[in-house]
């Protein structure tokens, strides 16, 4: 079956703008992750979504950042005021249940802020 | 201290080689533990979880040692294919995963 998807693949935008990062996890996976990952470092945990509730937001840099799942299936991860170091690449992972079984990464959207 | 932390890389090794990486984790409540690897501009991708008892999976061993917050991933026979980096992982309670930042491994002909 299809694995994670993200879109885009890549967002070039200017220091100031809104973005959102959308999520498409795996197909009844009830558990989404969001993570960050910047170059030359392994990715850092973000927010998790068990169904439509975020379980735990702790890796959520500031309140530029918020997440949702409205339907328990797809997120968007938004990103308001970009500044220059919020560049990185934002990997989304999906799992059939909390904390118990492999995370499937997605390929993940690069995001670059000038 | 950062939670997870691996050896610096990279790693030049010829093929045919025998490489080890080892991983350290400060958080003695962790509850699984794994090892991931992630190709050039890819996302990561299981490669193996680690046991207490050890594991070995064809040419990959993995070992835990919970005494010593230790992790270690050994690979045998490494080919060209094995390039990568290779990422320690942690996971505590609540399902998030915690990563070091990576070893990069290249196998040489």
């Known amino acids: 079956g299809a694995g994670v998807s993200q879109t885009p693949s890549n967002k070039v935008t200017e220091k100031g703008k809104y973005v959102e990062l959308r999520c498409d996890p795996i197909?009844?996976?009830?558990?989404l992750y969001w993570y960050r990952q910047s170059l030359g470092q392994g990715p850092e945990f973000l927010i998790y979504?068990?169904?439509?509730?975020?379980?735990?937001d702790s890796g959520l840099p500031n309140d530029r950042f918020f997440a949702v799942r409205p339907e328990g299936s797809v997120s968007t991860l938004k990103i308001q005021r970009t500044e220059r170091g919020d560049s990185a690449v934002y990997l989304c992972?999906?799992?059939?249940?909390?904390?118990?079984?492999?995370?499937?990464f997605g390929p993940g959207t690069r995001l670059t802020v000038l | 201290r950062k939670e997870v932390e691996q050896d610096p890389g990279p790693f030049n090794v010829p093929e045919g080689a025998t490489v080890a990486f080892n991983c350290t984790y400060s958080?003695?409540?962790?509850?699984?533990f794994f090892w991931y690897r992630q190709d050039c501009r890819k996302e990561p991708k299981l490669l193996m979880s680690?046991?207490?008892s050890g594991n070995e999976d064809g040419r990959f061993t993995a070992q835990l040692n919970r005494a010593s917050q230790y992790i270690s991933l050994l690979i045998r026979d490494s080919k060209l294919s094995d390039s990568a980096t290779y990422l320690c992982?942690?996971?505590?309670?609540?399902?998030?995963?915690?990563f070091g930042q990576g070893t990069e491994l290249s196998v040489k002909p």
């Open positions: 680690v046991y207490s």
């Open positions: 197909s009844g996976h009830t558990a």
């Open positions: 958080n003695s409540a962790s509850q699984s």
């Open positions: 979504f068990q169904g439509t509730g975020a379980a735990d």
């Open positions: 992982v942690v996971n505590n309670q609540g399902g998030k995963l915690i």
């Open positions: 992972a999906s799992s059939s249940l909390k904390g118990a079984d492999t995370q499937y």
